[in-house]
């Protein structure tokens, strides 16, 4: 089963593929709530050096009240997490396949809630695939 929905950019610049995957989030309509740099979280707590790494939460929030109505739980598998790394001379931007929720938790009610989260996800990152 796969589980992430995966574009591969052609920029090499790291920060501006962040710059640029923030927009395409924005424009369908997720925040970033926190952000976790990997690469230097690992390299000050273990002294290990990794490539460019980093973690959006992003959230659309009438999507996750929906999901969170339908199943308090819910939350653990909300797809709020959008990477965005270096692998090799690429970028790639990975995000959660909505449709996970639905797989995992068997409950159809969170399917319409998927769905839209799956449409407005795969538009960011076909937005992306474009840069």
């Not at 923030?22 to 490539?51: C, N, P, S, W, Y």
């Not at 965005?84 to 996970?100: E, F, I, K, S």
Request: aromatic share 4%; proline share 4%; with cysteine.
């Amino acid at each position: 089963m796969s589980y992430d929905r995966t574009v591969r950019l052609a920029t090499t610049d790291f920060d501006a593929a962040v710059t640029t995957v923030r927009q395409a989030l924005a424009e369908q309509g997720f925040g970033v709530l926190t952000e976790i740099d990997v690469t230097a979280t690992l390299k000050a707590k273990l002294g290990h050096d990794m490539e460019d790494y980093l973690i959006l939460g992003a959230c659309n929030p009438p999507l996750a009240h929906r999901a969170l109505e339908t199943d308090r739980a819910i939350g653990l598998l909300l797809p709020c997490n959008v990477v965005v790394r270096r692998d090799g001379d690429h970028m790639l931007v990975q995000a959660l396949d909505p449709g996970t929720m639905v797989t995992l938790t068997g409950l159809d009610a969170l399917k319409p809630v998927a769905d839209e989260a799956t449409a407005r996800l795969d538009a960011a990152l076909n937005a992306l695939s474009a840069t």
